[in-house]
């Protein structure tokens, strides 16, 4: 089982034998094919072992392997060569992975004469791969919001009859509210756990694996199955009923400004400790109590985030690989900047979803989306660049869920597959959504100057060299009638101050 298979509930485990040994091993090939978070290796491989002991409880026999035991083997398939020797092994199985690179090395490499391979699913998804290609076309835009409708209505969610309960199926519209200083008062503390990690960090020392982030003896994260299903019960009763309302907000006037009311269940999900599934009931069950403070507003944002979003990316990524990873529309080229790696910026905005997620291997969608992700999209970074440093960066980051969300919607390098124009804005939607203009060394108001919001000079400087391609876009062709209605000389000064931020891009 690989570090994102650690589905408790695969039928795999419906019965024990003892001519049947299950591999649970940390991997350096899994250290190094980006630069990590500490607290994206440490969660993944406390979970592992979590798993490995669970599994041995329940009379498995289980052979668990640290770094300390598997860095003598160059990948993969050498240990599972290795491995077939030693034990005589007839029949390698596996869980089909769920990124492409690793998918293929399982299923590429050459087995010794008479050992058998074979592939099973992994049992965790909601729509089955054999389906995609029937609801996700290559090459082309499938819109979110048919697929989401299609699957409410496949799983029976939120549905009366073939109608959605509420009378309509999204409630986005309302669910894009600012943190006004009144609600800071009534923002929840995060559930955060403390998993000690103290020897998985020294292993990762010893073995020489290069590491960045804020170092936790104790890792807040979940990295079982009943640590899992705690924090989903505690989104349920304390953070959803005003999860939707604030899931687009931002601020930096609170000590939980990180975490908000968002679930952080996305690495329990994604590491399969927790299936889809009983997560949206779980939130479905809530919204029915008769004493319910949810509304409907509420979880269809939660569940349209599941069973919408999630399963949608999945099967973009899959039906579009491996051409999806090489592509570049925008034809961005410019190097990520360091401050990405240590925060220090004087942009306010940027200053503290940097920080934040390198505290915390954390930020919620709009963070990845409207600050870091616009702020790349509009200087040109190289999608490869960002692609990396997301999937790095993030504790739930796995490629599958990270590519189409980084490379596809926050980059639009693959030419709108994902999304229909690219999420880009200037200072004003930051200023809108969040707190973070109030104490920024820059002036959200002014698009020109040395003291000018990058952001705003940065947005036309990317809208204008995009225009042949965007100004044909209905969603966004009448910026281009208002910046030409513009006066020339403030047209000239904006665009200097973007050249400005370019070439200065290090000291922003």
């Not at 024990?16 to 040994?21: E, G, I, Q, R, S």
């Not at 943190?179 to 020897?199: M, Q, S, T, Y």
């Not at 980084?406 to 690219?422: C, E, H, N, V, Y």
Request: glycine share 6%; aromatic share 12%; net charge negative.
């Amino acid at each position: 089982m690989l570090g994102d298979q650690l589905n408790h509930a695969h039928s795999w485990y419906d019965s024990t034998d003892p001519d049947t040994l299950y591999l649970v091993v940390e991997l350096l090939q899994e250290t190094a094919y980006v630069r990590h978070h500490v607290q994206k290796l440490c969660a993944f491989f406390a979970a592992m072992a979590a798993f490995a002991d669970g599994l041995r409880e329940h009379g498995h026999a289980v052979l668990h392997l640290t770094l300390d035991q598997s860095s003598r083997y160059r990948d993969l398939p050498e240990l599972i060569l290795a491995l077939c020797e030693r034990y005589q092994v007839e029949t390698f199985e596996y869980q089909a992975p769920d990124e492409y690179r690793l998918r293929r090395q399982l299923r590429e490499f050459d087995m010794p004469t008479g050992v058998a391979r074979q592939e099973y699913d992994s049992e965790h998804f909601l729509l089955p791969q054999s389906e995609f290609e029937s609801w996700i076309k290559p090459g082309r835009h499938n819109r979110l919001e048919s697929f989401y409708r299609r699957m409410r209505k496949r799983l029976d969610l939120l549905m009366d009859g073939d109608q959605p309960r509420g009378g309509q199926w999204n409630y986005d519209h309302d669910n894009r509210n600012k943190l006004k200083p009144a609600d800071l008062a009534e923002i929840p503390p995060p559930r955060l756990f403390a998993n000690d990690v103290g020897d998985i960090v020294e292993r990762l020392e010893r073995h020489g694996v290069d590491h960045f982030g804020r170092v936790m003896s104790e890792l807040p994260w979940p990295v079982d199955r009943d640590q899992a299903l705690e924090l989903l019960d505690y989104f349920v009763a304390t953070c959803l009923p005003r999860f939707g309302r604030f899931q687009d907000a931002m601020t930096a006037r609170h000590e939980h400004a990180w975490s908000l009311y968002h679930s952080r269940l996305s690495f329990a999900l994604n590491s399969k400790l927790l299936h889809p599934r009983e997560v949206v009931d779980a939130a479905i069950t809530a919204f029915d109590a008769d004493d319910s403070a949810i509304d409907i507003a509420q979880v269809e944002g939660f569940v349209r985030q599941v069973i919408g979003w999630r399963e949608y990316v999945r099967a973009v990524y899959w039906v579009n690989m491996p051409a999806y990873a090489e592509r570049n529309q925008l034809d961005a080229r410019r190097d990520l900047p360091a401050f990405f790696w240590t925060g220090e910026t004087r942009m306010n905005c940027m200053r503290h979803a940097l920080g934040q997620s390198l505290d915390w291997a954390y930020a919620h969608h709009i963070q990845r989306l409207m600050i870091t992700g616009n702020f790349c999209l509009l200087a040109g970074i190289a999608p490869d660049q960002v692609d990396a440093w997301y999937l790095g960066i993030y504790v739930d980051a796995i490629e599958w869920v990270e590519m189409p969300n980084t490379r596809g919607m926050s980059q639009f390098a693959d030419g709108g597959l994902i999304a229909t124009k690219p999420y880009c804005a200037g200072g004003n939607y930051i200023n809108k959504m969040s707190d973070y203009c109030g104490g920024c060394h820059y002036d959200v108001r002014a698009k020109t100057g040395e003291r000018a919001c990058p952001f705003n000079s940065l947005y036309w400087d990317f809208m204008l060299r995009h225009r042949e391609r965007l100004a044909t876009n209905p969603r966004i062709g009448v910026m281009y009638r208002n910046w030409d209605r513009q006066d020339e000389e403030v047209r000239s000064a904006t665009l200097a101050r973007a050249r400005d931020c370019i070439d200065n891009l290090e000291k922003l």
